[in-house]
Protein backbone atom coordinates (compact mmCIF):
# COMPACT_ATOMS: atom_id res chain seq x y z
CA UNK A 1 0.00 0.00 0.00
CA UNK A 2 1.53 3.53 -0.50
CA UNK A 3 0.64 7.31 -0.24
CA UNK A 4 1.17 9.51 -3.28
CA UNK A 5 0.89 12.80 -3.58
CA UNK A 6 0.10 14.42 -6.50
CA UNK A 7 1.30 18.07 -7.44
CA UNK A 8 -0.62 19.00 -3.30
CA UNK A 9 -0.96 22.03 -2.60
CA UNK A 10 -2.84 23.16 0.57
CA UNK A 11 -2.91 26.46 2.63
CA UNK A 12 -4.48 28.20 5.63
CA UNK A 13 -7.30 31.15 4.77
CA UNK A 14 -5.08 33.12 1.61
CA UNK A 15 -2.02 31.58 2.63
CA UNK A 16 -0.69 28.73 0.53
CA UNK A 17 2.03 27.18 2.50
CA UNK A 18 2.80 23.58 1.00
CA UNK A 19 3.51 24.36 -3.03
CA UNK A 20 2.55 21.40 -5.40
CA UNK A 21 4.33 18.23 -3.81
CA UNK A 22 4.70 15.37 -5.67
CA UNK A 23 6.18 12.28 -3.75
CA UNK A 24 5.63 8.34 -3.30
CA UNK A 25 5.48 6.72 0.12
CA UNK A 26 5.50 3.13 0.90
CA UNK A 27 4.61 1.17 3.71
CA UNK A 28 7.58 -1.25 5.12
CA UNK A 29 9.64 1.86 5.54
CA UNK A 30 10.01 4.51 7.91
CA UNK A 31 10.05 7.77 6.08
CA UNK A 32 11.12 11.63 8.48
CA UNK A 33 9.99 14.34 7.11
CA UNK A 34 12.51 16.88 8.62
CA UNK A 35 12.35 20.99 7.74
CA UNK A 36 12.52 24.28 9.71
CA UNK A 37 9.41 25.62 12.37
CA UNK A 38 7.04 27.04 9.22
CA UNK A 39 8.34 24.92 6.46
CA UNK A 40 4.71 23.21 6.13
CA UNK A 41 5.89 19.49 8.05
CA UNK A 42 2.83 19.50 10.51
CA UNK A 43 0.39 20.70 7.80
CA UNK A 44 1.49 18.06 4.99
CA UNK A 45 0.81 15.45 8.14
CA UNK A 46 -2.44 16.49 8.30
CA UNK A 47 -3.36 16.74 4.88
CA UNK A 48 -2.44 13.05 4.42
CA UNK A 49 -4.05 12.26 7.52
CA UNK A 50 -7.21 13.51 5.84
CA UNK A 51 -7.66 16.52 8.15
CA UNK A 52 -7.53 19.03 5.55
CA UNK A 53 -8.72 18.91 2.35
CA UNK A 54 -6.26 20.07 -0.13
CA UNK A 55 -6.33 23.24 -2.08
CA UNK A 56 -5.45 21.55 -5.43
CA UNK A 57 -3.60 18.36 -6.11
CA UNK A 58 -4.55 15.31 -4.64
CA UNK A 59 -3.44 12.47 -1.79
CA UNK A 60 -3.97 9.04 -3.05
CA UNK A 61 -4.30 5.98 -0.68
CA UNK A 62 -3.37 3.32 -2.80
CA UNK A 63 -4.84 5.20 -5.92
CA UNK A 64 -7.66 6.16 -4.62
CA UNK A 65 -8.81 9.96 -3.68
CA UNK A 66 -8.55 10.34 -0.05
CA UNK A 67 -11.49 12.45 0.44
CA UNK A 68 -13.10 9.85 -1.52
CA UNK A 69 -12.48 6.93 1.38
CA UNK A 70 -15.43 6.83 4.00
CA UNK A 71 -14.01 8.34 7.37
CA UNK A 72 -14.65 5.04 8.97
CA UNK A 73 -12.86 3.20 6.72
CA UNK A 74 -9.93 5.42 6.33
CA UNK A 75 -9.65 5.19 10.09
CA UNK A 76 -8.79 1.73 9.68
CA UNK A 77 -5.86 2.68 7.45
CA UNK A 78 -4.38 5.88 8.50
CA UNK A 79 -3.85 6.59 12.26
CA UNK A 80 -2.53 10.02 13.34
CA UNK A 81 -0.92 11.22 16.15
CA UNK A 82 -0.96 14.87 16.77
CA UNK A 83 1.83 17.52 17.78
CA UNK A 84 -0.24 18.64 21.00
CA UNK A 85 -2.94 16.67 22.78
CA UNK A 86 -5.98 17.11 24.65
CA UNK A 87 -7.77 14.69 26.66
CA UNK A 88 -10.80 14.02 29.50
CA UNK A 89 -9.37 13.84 33.25
CA UNK A 90 -10.55 11.06 34.84
CA UNK A 91 -10.20 8.37 31.97
CA UNK A 92 -7.94 5.72 32.74
CA UNK A 93 -4.99 5.12 30.51
CA UNK A 94 -6.63 1.59 29.11
CA UNK A 95 -9.46 3.68 28.10
CA UNK A 96 -7.88 6.30 26.65
CA UNK A 97 -5.66 3.27 24.58
CA UNK A 98 -9.32 1.15 23.68
CA UNK A 99 -10.13 4.58 22.05
CA UNK A 100 -7.84 3.46 19.20
CA UNK A 101 -9.93 0.36 18.68
CA UNK A 102 -12.71 2.05 18.18
CA UNK A 103 -13.07 2.25 14.57
CA UNK A 104 -12.90 -1.74 14.74
CA UNK A 105 -15.06 -2.88 17.58
CA UNK A 106 -18.83 -3.03 18.49
CA UNK A 107 -20.46 -1.90 21.54
CA UNK A 108 -18.13 -3.99 23.27
CA UNK A 109 -14.21 -4.34 22.91
CA UNK A 110 -13.61 -7.90 22.07
CA UNK A 111 -10.80 -10.50 22.96
CA UNK A 112 -9.00 -8.98 19.98
CA UNK A 113 -9.38 -5.79 20.85
CA UNK A 114 -8.51 -5.88 24.76
CA UNK A 115 -5.02 -8.34 23.30
CA UNK A 116 -4.12 -5.59 20.71
CA UNK A 117 -4.58 -2.51 23.26
CA UNK A 118 -2.89 -4.80 25.86
CA UNK A 119 -0.04 -5.32 23.62
CA UNK A 120 0.12 -1.42 22.66
CA UNK A 121 0.72 -0.86 26.21
CA UNK A 122 3.14 -3.04 27.05
CA UNK A 123 5.05 -2.00 23.81
CA UNK A 124 4.47 1.69 25.06
CA UNK A 125 6.11 0.15 28.70
CA UNK A 126 2.37 1.45 30.08
CA UNK A 127 1.46 -1.56 31.63
CA UNK A 128 1.71 -0.48 35.29
CA UNK A 129 -0.10 2.66 34.41
CA UNK A 130 -3.21 0.91 32.52
CA UNK A 131 -5.25 1.53 35.52
CA UNK A 132 -4.34 4.89 36.41
CA UNK A 133 -6.12 8.28 35.14
CA UNK A 134 -4.82 10.23 32.35
CA UNK A 135 -4.47 13.42 33.78
CA UNK A 136 -2.16 11.82 36.90
CA UNK A 137 0.56 11.39 34.52
CA UNK A 138 3.49 13.25 33.36
CA UNK A 139 3.65 14.98 30.05
CA UNK A 140 6.13 12.12 28.42
CA UNK A 141 3.63 9.31 29.81
CA UNK A 142 0.57 11.06 28.31
CA UNK A 143 2.49 11.24 24.80
CA UNK A 144 3.35 7.55 25.49
CA UNK A 145 -0.44 7.03 25.76
CA UNK A 146 -1.17 8.62 22.59
CA UNK A 147 1.05 6.70 20.97
CA UNK A 148 -0.27 3.41 22.29
CA UNK A 149 -4.02 4.44 21.30
CA UNK A 150 -2.65 5.16 17.36
CA UNK A 151 -1.09 1.41 17.77
CA UNK A 152 -3.96 0.28 18.99
CA UNK A 153 -5.38 1.33 16.10
CA UNK A 154 -3.53 -0.95 13.72
CA UNK A 155 -3.87 1.33 10.45
CA UNK A 156 -1.65 0.71 7.58
CA UNK A 157 -0.21 4.11 7.69
CA UNK A 158 1.17 5.87 11.21
CA UNK A 159 1.07 9.40 10.85
CA UNK A 160 2.96 11.21 13.83
CA UNK A 161 3.56 14.84 13.64
CA UNK A 162 6.59 15.53 16.66
CA UNK A 163 5.39 12.17 18.59
CA UNK A 164 8.85 12.43 20.99
CA UNK A 165 9.05 15.98 21.86
CA UNK A 166 8.28 15.79 25.19
CA UNK A 167 9.92 12.41 26.01
CA UNK A 168 13.55 11.86 27.62
CA UNK A 169 16.08 10.57 25.80
CA UNK A 170 16.12 7.44 26.65
CA UNK A 171 11.81 7.11 25.28
CA UNK A 172 12.83 9.15 22.28
CA UNK A 173 15.32 6.20 21.70
CA UNK A 174 13.41 2.93 22.74
CA UNK A 175 10.19 4.58 20.59
CA UNK A 176 11.16 5.04 17.55
CA UNK A 177 13.16 1.97 17.79
CA UNK A 178 10.23 -0.01 18.27
CA UNK A 179 8.41 1.53 15.97
CA UNK A 180 11.35 0.44 13.51
CA UNK A 181 10.53 -2.72 14.74
CA UNK A 182 7.22 -2.85 14.15
CA UNK A 183 7.31 -1.20 10.74
CA UNK A 184 9.42 -3.66 9.07
CA UNK A 185 7.87 -6.66 10.82
CA UNK A 186 4.47 -5.69 9.76
CA UNK A 187 5.05 -3.42 6.56
CA UNK A 188 3.05 -0.85 7.86
CA UNK A 189 4.30 3.10 6.99
CA UNK A 190 5.43 5.40 9.34
CA UNK A 191 5.69 8.94 8.20
CA UNK A 192 6.83 10.84 10.82
CA UNK A 193 7.44 14.84 11.20
CA UNK A 194 10.75 15.49 13.73
CA UNK A 195 13.05 18.12 14.79
CA UNK A 196 15.80 15.52 16.19
CA UNK A 197 18.14 14.98 12.53
CA UNK A 198 19.98 12.51 14.67
CA UNK A 199 16.87 10.28 15.49
CA UNK A 200 15.99 10.61 11.80
CA UNK A 201 19.57 9.55 10.56
CA UNK A 202 19.22 6.52 12.83
CA UNK A 203 15.70 5.18 12.15
CA UNK A 204 14.72 6.31 9.22
CA UNK A 205 15.03 4.55 5.63
CA UNK A 206 13.93 7.99 3.61
CA UNK A 207 14.48 11.46 4.77
CA UNK A 208 12.00 13.98 3.34
CA UNK A 209 13.61 17.44 3.62
CA UNK A 210 11.15 20.48 3.68
CA UNK A 211 12.05 23.82 3.08
CA UNK A 212 9.20 26.82 2.64
CA UNK A 213 6.09 24.17 1.46
CA UNK A 214 8.71 22.55 -1.21
CA UNK A 215 10.28 19.22 -1.14
CA UNK A 216 14.17 20.09 -0.73
CA UNK A 217 15.68 16.97 -1.06
CA UNK A 218 14.84 12.90 -0.61
CA UNK A 219 15.99 10.26 -0.33
CA UNK A 220 18.22 7.83 2.12
CA UNK A 221 19.06 9.85 4.95
CA UNK A 222 23.09 9.78 4.68
CA UNK A 223 21.81 11.22 1.30
CA UNK A 224 19.81 14.06 2.48
CA UNK A 225 21.40 14.71 5.73
CA UNK A 226 24.49 16.38 4.44
CA UNK A 227 26.38 19.66 6.59
CA UNK A 228 25.03 21.79 3.16
CA UNK A 229 21.58 20.79 3.08
CA UNK A 230 21.22 21.65 6.66
CA UNK A 231 23.07 24.59 5.89
CA UNK A 232 20.85 25.27 2.86
CA UNK A 233 17.07 24.51 4.46
CA UNK A 234 18.20 25.22 8.69
CA UNK A 235 20.15 28.17 8.32
CA UNK A 236 22.86 25.79 10.57
CA UNK A 237 26.47 25.30 10.58
CA UNK A 238 27.05 21.91 11.23
CA UNK A 239 29.50 18.59 11.45
CA UNK A 240 28.39 15.24 10.33
CA UNK A 241 30.93 12.78 12.27
CA UNK A 242 30.94 8.96 12.04
CA UNK A 243 31.71 6.14 14.21
CA UNK A 244 30.39 2.38 14.90
CA UNK A 245 27.40 3.28 15.79
CA UNK A 246 26.25 5.56 12.99
CA UNK A 247 26.63 9.04 11.71
CA UNK A 248 25.79 12.00 13.83
CA UNK A 249 25.10 15.48 13.64
CA UNK A 250 26.93 18.22 15.91
CA UNK A 251 25.18 21.78 15.13
CA UNK A 252 27.35 24.67 16.61
CA UNK A 253 26.18 27.69 14.74
CA UNK A 254 23.58 29.66 13.37
CA UNK A 255 24.23 31.60 10.02
CA UNK B 1 -12.97 27.41 18.30
CA UNK B 2 -11.36 28.00 21.31
CA UNK B 3 -12.39 28.23 24.53
CA UNK B 4 -12.64 31.72 25.00
CA UNK B 5 -14.81 32.26 22.24
CA UNK B 6 -17.16 29.57 23.46
CA UNK B 7 -17.15 31.05 26.59
CA UNK B 8 -17.55 34.73 25.47
CA UNK B 9 -20.12 33.58 22.88
CA UNK B 10 -22.15 31.82 25.91
CA UNK B 11 -21.85 35.33 28.09
CA UNK B 12 -23.29 37.39 25.44
CA UNK B 13 -25.96 35.07 24.12
CA UNK B 14 -27.29 34.96 27.84
CA UNK B 15 -27.10 38.76 27.80
CA UNK B 16 -29.83 38.75 24.69
CA UNK B 17 -32.19 36.07 26.22
CA UNK B 18 -32.17 38.09 29.52
CA UNK B 19 -32.76 40.94 27.53
CA UNK B 20 -35.86 38.43 25.74
CA UNK B 21 -37.23 37.69 29.26
CA UNK B 22 -36.85 41.33 30.79
CA UNK B 23 -38.64 42.90 27.93
CA UNK B 24 -41.70 40.12 28.22
CA UNK B 25 -42.02 40.84 32.25
CA UNK B 26 -42.06 44.69 31.20
CA UNK B 27 -44.94 43.96 29.14
CA UNK B 28 -46.46 41.40 31.26
CA UNK B 29 -49.87 41.75 33.30
CA UNK B 30 -49.38 41.21 37.17
CA UNK B 31 -50.84 37.40 36.86
CA UNK B 32 -48.27 36.71 33.81
CA UNK B 33 -45.49 38.54 35.87
CA UNK B 34 -45.85 36.26 39.11
CA UNK B 35 -46.27 32.79 36.31
CA UNK B 36 -42.80 34.21 35.02
CA UNK B 37 -41.30 34.65 38.30
CA UNK B 38 -41.95 31.37 39.58
CA UNK B 39 -40.84 29.64 36.06
CA UNK B 40 -37.73 31.78 36.24
CA UNK B 41 -37.36 30.43 39.89
CA UNK B 42 -37.54 26.84 38.87
CA UNK B 43 -39.55 24.10 40.46
CA UNK B 44 -41.51 21.16 40.68
CA UNK B 45 -44.89 22.29 40.98
CA UNK B 46 -46.03 21.40 37.91
CA UNK B 47 -44.96 18.00 37.97
CA UNK B 48 -47.71 15.57 36.94
CA UNK B 49 -48.34 12.10 35.15
CA UNK B 50 -49.35 14.19 32.25
CA UNK B 51 -45.99 16.21 32.15
CA UNK B 52 -44.04 12.88 32.70
CA UNK B 53 -46.24 11.75 29.95
CA UNK B 54 -45.71 13.80 27.47
CA UNK B 55 -42.07 14.61 28.41
CA UNK B 56 -40.84 10.45 28.29
CA UNK B 57 -40.81 9.95 24.74
CA UNK B 58 -38.72 13.08 23.82
CA UNK B 59 -36.28 12.41 26.70
CA UNK B 60 -36.38 8.60 25.96
CA UNK B 61 -35.57 9.17 22.46
CA UNK B 62 -32.98 11.76 23.35
CA UNK B 63 -31.53 9.56 25.64
CA UNK B 64 -30.90 6.52 23.21
CA UNK B 65 -29.42 8.55 20.25
CA UNK B 66 -27.17 10.02 23.21
CA UNK B 67 -26.38 6.69 24.67
CA UNK B 68 -25.90 4.97 20.75
CA UNK B 69 -23.15 7.48 20.49
CA UNK B 70 -21.08 6.56 23.45
CA UNK B 71 -17.86 5.59 21.28
CA UNK B 72 -18.27 9.00 19.59
CA UNK B 73 -18.19 10.56 22.60
CA UNK B 74 -15.21 8.39 23.73
CA UNK B 75 -13.10 9.33 20.56
CA UNK B 76 -13.99 13.44 20.68
CA UNK B 77 -11.90 13.08 24.29
CA UNK B 78 -8.83 13.34 22.42
CA UNK B 79 -9.67 16.45 20.59
CA UNK B 80 -11.56 17.07 17.04
CA UNK B 81 -8.52 15.83 15.23
CA UNK B 82 -7.16 12.83 16.73
CA UNK B 83 -12.07 12.23 16.99
CA UNK B 84 -11.67 12.73 12.78
CA UNK B 85 -9.01 10.65 12.40
CA UNK B 86 -10.78 7.41 14.24
CA UNK B 87 -13.76 8.09 11.77
CA UNK B 88 -15.73 10.49 13.65
CA UNK B 89 -17.43 13.14 11.37
CA UNK B 90 -16.67 15.95 13.98
CA UNK B 91 -18.57 18.71 12.39
CA UNK B 92 -21.90 16.48 11.66
CA UNK B 93 -21.47 15.05 14.97
CA UNK B 94 -21.55 17.74 17.18
CA UNK B 95 -24.20 19.74 15.20
CA UNK B 96 -26.16 16.74 15.74
CA UNK B 97 -25.21 16.21 19.50
CA UNK B 98 -26.12 19.71 20.11
CA UNK B 99 -29.62 19.73 18.51
CA UNK B 100 -30.37 16.59 21.00
CA UNK B 101 -29.36 18.25 23.53
CA UNK B 102 -31.15 21.22 23.52
CA UNK B 103 -34.36 19.35 22.23
CA UNK B 104 -33.91 17.38 25.30
CA UNK B 105 -33.07 20.09 27.91
CA UNK B 106 -35.80 22.77 26.70
CA UNK B 107 -38.59 20.33 26.67
CA UNK B 108 -37.33 19.43 30.99
CA UNK B 109 -37.27 22.92 31.26
CA UNK B 110 -40.46 24.19 29.45
CA UNK B 111 -42.39 22.20 32.46
CA UNK B 112 -40.03 22.73 35.21
CA UNK B 113 -38.50 26.31 34.80
CA UNK B 114 -35.06 26.88 34.70
CA UNK B 115 -33.11 24.63 37.53
CA UNK B 116 -29.38 25.05 37.19
CA UNK B 117 -26.74 23.61 38.01
CA UNK B 118 -27.78 19.54 37.58
CA UNK B 119 -26.18 19.74 34.34
CA UNK B 120 -22.90 20.26 35.50
CA UNK B 121 -22.62 19.15 38.70
CA UNK B 122 -24.14 15.29 37.56
CA UNK B 123 -21.93 14.49 35.08
CA UNK B 124 -19.34 15.97 37.31
CA UNK B 125 -20.01 13.45 40.24
CA UNK B 126 -20.35 10.65 38.15
CA UNK B 127 -16.52 11.04 36.00
CA UNK B 128 -15.04 11.30 39.76
CA UNK B 129 -16.76 8.41 41.28
CA UNK B 130 -16.97 6.09 37.41
CA UNK B 131 -14.37 7.68 35.12
CA UNK B 132 -14.82 9.13 31.85
CA UNK B 133 -16.21 6.25 29.56
CA UNK B 134 -19.03 7.27 28.01
CA UNK B 135 -20.67 4.47 27.75
CA UNK B 136 -21.13 4.27 31.72
CA UNK B 137 -21.09 7.55 31.82
CA UNK B 138 -24.38 8.82 30.27
CA UNK B 139 -26.91 6.64 32.16
CA UNK B 140 -25.51 7.00 35.20
CA UNK B 141 -25.16 10.78 34.99
CA UNK B 142 -29.13 11.03 33.71
CA UNK B 143 -29.56 9.21 36.84
CA UNK B 144 -27.67 11.00 38.91
CA UNK B 145 -29.30 14.50 37.77
CA UNK B 146 -32.64 12.77 38.72
CA UNK B 147 -31.33 12.11 42.48
CA UNK B 148 -29.62 14.98 43.04
CA UNK B 149 -33.09 16.93 41.86
CA UNK B 150 -35.13 14.31 44.21
CA UNK B 151 -32.82 15.25 46.90
CA UNK B 152 -32.79 19.32 46.15
CA UNK B 153 -36.57 19.18 46.09
CA UNK B 154 -37.07 16.90 48.99
CA UNK B 155 -34.76 19.38 51.14
CA UNK B 156 -36.63 22.49 49.48
CA UNK B 157 -40.09 21.13 51.05
CA UNK B 158 -39.45 20.32 54.08
CA UNK B 159 -36.64 22.79 55.30
CA UNK B 160 -38.85 26.02 55.75
CA UNK B 161 -42.22 23.61 56.04
CA UNK B 162 -44.83 24.25 55.70
CA UNK B 163 -43.43 26.33 53.18
CA UNK B 164 -41.66 25.54 50.30
CA UNK B 165 -38.49 26.42 49.06
CA UNK B 166 -37.86 26.63 44.78
CA UNK B 167 -35.98 23.58 43.88
CA UNK B 168 -33.90 26.20 41.96
CA UNK B 169 -33.21 28.13 44.72
CA UNK B 170 -31.44 25.20 46.20
CA UNK B 171 -29.78 23.69 42.99
CA UNK B 172 -27.92 27.17 42.80
CA UNK B 173 -26.77 27.06 46.75
CA UNK B 174 -25.93 23.49 46.45
CA UNK B 175 -24.26 23.97 42.98
CA UNK B 176 -22.17 27.25 44.26
CA UNK B 177 -21.12 25.33 47.16
CA UNK B 178 -19.90 21.94 45.19
CA UNK B 179 -18.16 24.29 42.59
CA UNK B 180 -16.51 26.06 45.04
CA UNK B 181 -15.09 22.93 46.80
CA UNK B 182 -14.22 21.68 43.49
CA UNK B 183 -11.99 25.20 43.07
CA UNK B 184 -10.90 25.24 47.06
CA UNK B 185 -9.76 21.65 46.71
CA UNK B 186 -8.11 21.96 43.02
CA UNK B 187 -9.88 19.60 41.42
CA UNK B 188 -11.44 22.62 39.62
CA UNK B 189 -8.46 22.70 37.52
CA UNK B 190 -9.78 19.69 36.19
CA UNK B 191 -13.06 20.53 34.53
CA UNK B 192 -12.79 20.73 31.14
Known amino acids: MKIDLRNLCQGYGKTEILHGLNASLDTGQVIALLGPNGSGKSTLIRTMSGLMTPTSGNVLLNGKNLQDISLAERAKLISYVPQSFSYMPYTTVLNTVLAGRNPHMGWEPSETDLNIVARSLDIMGLGEFAERNINELSGGQRQRVFIARALSQTPVFFLFDEPTSSLDMKYQLETMKKMYSIVHDQNVGLIIALHDINLAMRYADRVILVRNGRIFAEGAPYQVITESSILNVYGVKTTITENEHGRFILAYDSV | ?192
Not at chain 2, 36 to 65: D, N, R
Request: charged share 10%; with cysteine.
Open chain 2, 1 to 192: MSQSVIILGGVVIGYLFQAGVTALKYLSDDGALREITVWLMGGMWGASWTSVMLLLPIVLVCFLVTYSHSKDFNSMSGGDDVAKSLGVDVEKFRFRSLIIMTLCTSACIAFTGIIGFIGLMAPHICRILIGNDQRYLIPASALMGGLVLLISDSVGRVIIAPAELPVGVIMYIIGGIFFVYLIWTGQGRRIE
